[in-house]
T-cell receptor, first 117, second 116 residues
């Protein structure tokens, strides 16, 4: 069965500093992986997704994530944090995996990112 | 940009009452979902819906839950007799039906349900 673990429920960085949000997955099949962001009082918005085309995935707002099969990780990074990046970030895996039919998302617990001026 | 909308944003109800949560998916999408997030816990899958029938449901989605697409635009989640433990944020999502598990699901802003 697929699962996702996000290390750190709360991460705080200074403006301009590197953002690193950790996600490890467990999957019995080659996975599809997603990062979503939730700004206050808004829905979940897709940041990026890994669908086996390339291991380094670039998303919106300068975020990127690297799929590392050997480490079963899909960590989210951004070189320089902005105040507007303050939000909650969710890592998710599709329960079907590569080649599977329409699946459901299995989410991690989320990481709340704070950005200090 | 098209988006998923949900109403109401916040619903307060008494235990045992029926509630209906409403969603308007993106217009050309054909797969619909409900997820929920109990405060402090993970976002959990409840049910998926395709071609006017339930495609898959989780063990959370018991007989007190039902979904419906009453017209061409709305997608509803009904909880027949609410319990205290149903208090959560409920998210609706939709995706295009290319039919593969890498499809992006687009989420609405959620309805916060409080059961007293």
């Amino acid at each position: 069965a697929q699962s996702v673990t996000q290390l750190g429920s709360h991460v705080s960085v200074s403006e301009g500093a590197l953002v690193l949000l950790r996600c490890n997955y467990s999957s019995s099949v080659p996975p599809y992986l997603f990062w979503y962001v939730q700004y206050p009082n808004q829905g979940l918005q897709l940041l990026l997704k890994y669908t086996s085309a390339a291991t380094l995935v670039k998303g919106i707002n300068g975020f990127e994530a690297e799929f590392k099969k050997s480490e079963t990780s899909f960590h989210l990074t951004k070189p320089s944090a902005h105040m507007s990046d303050a939000a909650e970030y969710f890592c998710a895996v599709s329960d079907r995996g590569y080649g599977g039919s329409q699946g459901n998302l299995i989410f991690g617990k989320g990481t709340k990112l704070s950005v200090k001026p | 940009e098209p988006e998923v909308t949900q109403t109401p944003s916040h619903q307060v109800t008494q235990m045992g009452q029926e509630v209906i949560l409403r969603c308007v998916p993106i217009s050309n999408h054909l797969y619909f979902y409900w997820y929920r997030q109990i405060l402090g816990q993970k976002v959990e899958f409840l049910v998926s819906f395709y071609n006017n029938e339930i495609s898959e449901k989780s063990e959370i989605f018991d007989d007190q839950f039902s979904v419906e697409r009453p017209d061409g635009s709305n997608f509803t989640l009904k909880i027949r007799s609410t319990k205290l433990e149903d208090s959560a944020m409920y998210f609706c999502a939709s995706s295009e039906t290319t039919g593969y598990s890498g499809d992006t699901q687009y989420f609405g802003p959620g309805t916060r349900l409080t059961v007293l």
